[in-house]
């Protein structure tokens, strides 16, 4: 049974990442007057790239693009069986090295800009990360997820203080302008794919399968936030985390990139008042 | 005779034979063998009396008493005389009030006082730390001996005085060994002053104008530590009527027993490298990388987290243990961000210590089952990952000449082995499932269920920072810059054996955590509390994290088939078009071929050394007064 369930994570989980990037980015077109690609879009692109030719600068740095996906996946599975928040936090972080490891071993210089920032990103919002998990223990005694989501009172009603934070770093973890100095959407605003430059055919596939994976693990995190042990609470979850995706979408069309001092500066303060503030009241009621 | 005391006394009379032999390969098979019988009897002791552990005591007490005071009087007219001649008088003023100090006491004072019953206790924390001591300690003397082969080959300015070097090296295992074990007070504060001393001679060993200005500050700040040590035994026993720590650690936490342990604390401090002494341990690395390693990881600022584990149940909730928990905190914080800025591996590694003890000092002293079960793995997980990383530096500046990290790209070209030890020890400081990120885990549920939040939120961005500097060393190392011309030097199997044990020791104690636990931790802390104390992580988290560890050992096996069926046309790196071709160069404006040079971001105006030290140094001396007022107002629970 815990086999099976394992496996339709694996399979679902990039289904459903890959029709919210598809519906992403017909949404982002309507904003901007266009009329967007069809939303299986990013299926098609992705299965093109694994019939491309496959090119590479050195025989390493592939290596940690595969390893990345594979922790990455570990997270969801963790996540999604209601595993230890922390833990899938920490697994989390290992893919996320181990993808800025890919950027540095192939020595190239866009690359290795793109995992310098990718590193900032991860220095500005892993406090955040980590006061999500203290707080949801907080609010509700356990770290473990299906304790968390089958409590009497939704988690928010304790830390709406940590949920902003959450909605504030949530654009880091869906590559979202302003905050997307190592791999952007948008063409414009990027310095040669960043990050992914040197990748190519398979691993590029690869690299968009991950993030599928990372959009549902960053909703998962909202979700959390909603659901209680009445099922009628999962819907008002589902509803609050299309909320806030769609939010991501509205800001990420309405800011332009800014420069990496203010993201590093304006996510700590954000993480130390409402982070801090939300932490300090609770722990007076508890 | 004992197996303790032979312990105790074996490198002592190690450190005098290397002293006197001059030969150098017969006094590297000396080196070796006593490294490897250090070892092994610290191996014998912990499997005789792990169990149930011992209490010596001895008849001849008195005899011991006079000889440790005689030994004392010399050190401390030696110390006098070399301050004097270099006009650091704060040593000497230190070194000359303390020692009377402690002699008038023992002769006028200590008629009323309880005799000692038990002078050495061996428990399961004094395993630990034997075990730590032994190990690591003996396998650094060993990579000591290849080292120094190296060393004055490269740095023929300096005089030679290895055999001083070794019998250094294997004095302070002794009084490591002697402090870890002993429970008479005088006794620990004699060994404390031996290793004090230990680290000024061996921080001075090249003997250079900047080797000389260290170590004196080592030594100032250390012997100001042992000023508070000597101050905290006489009031102890003045007052308290005894000169045994675990009678001390046995008394209720009032306001005369709150005294002393404020005065060890801050010596406790001091040795540990706290804010605000820390500067002696960032001075330490201008002397040869074994004596740095032995100093990091196995002995002298283990010393002080020891004594604070020791101390935690009078720490605990009293305000002495708020005050040490925030300048843990604080430390762990600052250090971690000033790390950023540094590109000099040992001073990478050296304020990481920094960082590392600041953690395990806010564990110990919060004082709770869960933090100290922490403290104690943060010791045991930072001593082995320490170590290797510092041996392995050592060795890569022989390779490489410099121990720039930003030099350190070419590695992967220089030596595989070595970029692989680097990357298993930087994994095992910061990186799920390794063991400090394991013990910073249950370090962050105990300070929530200590109700500590702003030590969780420091926590929080520090372990921020920590990521960021280690990321992108290991950056660094994984990155396949080309080599054209480098002389390679022989990787010697002295240097190369203990590097690879502690390699293996990194991953076999992650795997080993939870039998550490089980055995060592637990039943040492329900001991310590009389309550049964439970393993902090849950089975199916420990099982989750062996699963990850099993994955990163067969994961990067399991790609060789892969790789084999999936060859690929290599291209040259992506430079806008303007490659020359050899992936170092491009076509520059005006025609002119550039280099490329890539380097790591250091953000020296955000997190830069000297402005944030200054105000940390600041907030932990006004810390530390907060401490003085209130135990003088009496106003300290």
Redesign the interface.
């Known amino acids: 049974m815990l086999i099976l369930k394992i496996i339709a994570i694996i399979i679902i989980t990039p289904i459903i990442g890959g029709l919210l990037t598809g519906i992403d980015r017909v949404i982002s077109a309507r904003m901007q007057g266009r009329k967007g690609p069809p939303i299986l879009q990013p299926f098609y692109d992705v299965l093109k790239l694994f019939q491309k030719e496959s090119i590479e600068v050195n025989t390493m740095h592939r290596f940690y693009v595969y390893i990345s996906l594979i922790f990455v996946i570990f997270t969801t599975i963790i996540m999604l069986l209601g595993g230890d928040i922390l833990l899938a936090i920490f697994a989390l972080t290992l893919g996320s090295i181990f993808f800025v490891l890919g950027g540095y071993a192939s020595n190239s210089p866009y690359s290795t800009i793109g995992s310098e920032r990718e590193l900032l990103q991860m220095m500005a919002y892993e406090p955040m990360v980590l006061l999500i998990g203290v707080g949801l223990y907080y609010a509700d005694k356990s770290f473990f997820i299906k304790e968390i989501v089958s409590t009497s009172t939704p988690a928010i009603v304790f830390l709406p203080g940590i949920f902003i934070g959450l909605i504030y770093i949530l654009t880091f973890k869906l590559r979202k302008s302003p905050f997307d100095f190592s791999l952007s959407h948008h063409g414009h605003q990027e310095i040669v794919q960043g990050i992914s430059t040197e990748y190519s055919g398979k691993d590029l596939a690869i690299i968009q399968i991950t993030h599928w994976y990372e959009t549902i693990i960053a909703l998962t995190l909202v979700y959390i936030f909603f659901a209680t042990k009445s099922p009628i609470s999962h819907i008002f979850a589902i509803i609050a985390c299309a909320l806030a995706f769609l939010l991501e979408i509205v800001i990420d069309n309405s800011f332009a990139r800014v420069k990496w001092q203010l993201a590093l500066k304006s996510t700590w303060i954000v993480t130390g008042v409402l982070g801090s503030v939300n932490l300090i009241i609770l722990s007076f009621f508890r | 005779m004992n197996l303790i005391l032979m312990l105790i006394l074996f490198p002592l009379v190690a450190s005098g034979i290397i002293f006197i032999v001059r030969n150098d390969r017969i006094r590297n098979i000396i080196v070796k063998v006593c490294a490897c019988i250090t070892g092994a009897l610290s191996l014998l002791v912990v499997c005789q009396y792990f169990q149930h552990g011992i209490s010596l005591s001895f008849n001849s007490e008195k005899v011991i008493d006079y000889v440790i005071m005689a030994i004392e009087v010399v050190i401390a007219i030696y110390i006098i005389f070399v301050s004097m001649k270099s006009k650091k008088y704060i040593v000497t003023f230190f070194a000359a009030i303390q020692t009377p100090l402690i002699i008038w006491f023992e002769f006028t004072q200590s008629s009323g006082i309880e005799e000692v019953h038990s002078s050495i206790v061996f428990d399961k924390l004094s395993a630990i730390m034997v075990l730590i001591v032994g190990i690591i300690g003996s396998l650094i003397c060993i990579y000591a001996v290849g080292y120094m082969r190296w060393y004055h080959v490269h740095h023929d300015n300096y005089e030679e005085r290895k055999s001083f070097f070794y019998a250094i090296l294997f004095l302070f295992l002794s009084a490591m060994f002697g402090l870890v074990l002993s429970n008479n007070l005088i006794w620990i504060y004699f060994c404390w002053e031996l290793t004090t001393f230990c680290s000024y001679l061996l921080i001075g060993y090249t003997k250079t104008q900047e080797a000389m200005n260290n170590s004196f500050r080592a030594l100032a700040i250390n012997l100001g530590g042992g000023l508070a040590f000597a101050v905290a035994i006489v009031f102890i026993g003045i007052n308290l009527k005894t000169l045994e720590l675990s009678v001390l650690i046995g008394m209720e936490p009032g306001i005369l027993v709150l005294i002393p342990v404020f005065l060890l604390s801050i010596a406790a401090l001091t040795k540990s490298a706290q804010l605000p002494f820390s500067s002696w341990l960032i001075g330490a690395m201008v002397a040869p990388t074994p004596s740095s390693a032995l100093l990091h990881s196995a002995t002298m600022v283990k010393a002080g987290v020891y004594l604070i584990i020791r101390l935690s149940p009078l720490l605990g909730q009293t305000s002495v243990g708020k005050i040490v928990t925030l300048i843990g905190g604080i430390t762990f914080l600052v250090s971690s961000l000033i790390a950023i800025t540094k590109s000099d591996a040992k001073a990478i590694l050296a304020y990481s210590t920094i960082a590392n003890l600041g953690l395990i000092v806010t564990c110990a002293s919060i004082g709770t089952q869960e933090s100290l079960w922490a403290a104690i793995l943060l010791v045991i997980f930072h001593s082995i990952s320490k170590s290797l990383l510092f041996l392995s530096v050592g060795s890569i500046e022989h390779q490489l000449g410099s121990r720039n990290v930003e030099d350190m790209?070419i590695l992967m070209h220089v030596s595989r082995k070595l970029s692989l030890y680097m990357i298993i020890g930087i994994a095992g400081m910061f990186?799920?499932?390794f063991g400090m990120?394991i013990s910073k885990?249950v370090a962050?549920?105990a300070f929530?269920d200590s109700?500590n939040?702003l030590i969780?939120?420091i926590?929080?961005?520090g372990?921020?920072?920590t990521?960021?500097y280690w990321?992108?060393w290991?950056?660094?190392l994984?990155?396949?810059?080309n080599v054209k011309k480098l002389s390679k030097h022989t990787f010697h199997i002295d240097e190369e054996l203990p590097i690879f044990l502690q390699a293996v020791f990194v991953v076999v104690s992650c795997f080993s955590f939870p039998l550490i636990s089980r055995y060592a931790l637990v039943p040492y802390l329900s001991a310590l509390f009389g309550v049964k104390t439970l393993i902090p992580i849950?089975t199916?988290?420990v099982n989750?994290?062996l699963i990850?560890l099993s994955?990163l050992l067969v994961?990067?096996i399991s790609?060789i088939h892969l790789?084999k069926n999936?060859k690929?046309?290599?291209?040259?790196?992506?430079?806008?078009g303007e490659n020359t071709g050899d992936?170092e160069t491009f076509h520059g404006a005006v025609g002119v071929d550039r280099k490329?040079e890539?380097s790591?971001?250091y953000m020296e105006n955000y997190f830069g050394s000297k402005k944030l030290s200054f105000w940390s140094d600041l907030a932990a001396i006004i810390i530390l007064f907060v401490g003085i007022i209130l135990l003088i107002g009496g106003l300290a629970r």
């Open positions: 790209d990186l799920a499932p990120l885990w962050m549920k929530i109700k939040i969780v939120i926590l929080a961005y372990s921020a920072a990521l960021f990321t992108k290991m950056g660094k994984v990155s396949n810059a849950g199916s988290d989750i994290m990850m994955m994961l990067p790609f790789y999936d690929r046309r290599i291209v040259p790196i992506y430079m806008a992936n490329v890539l790591n971001w």
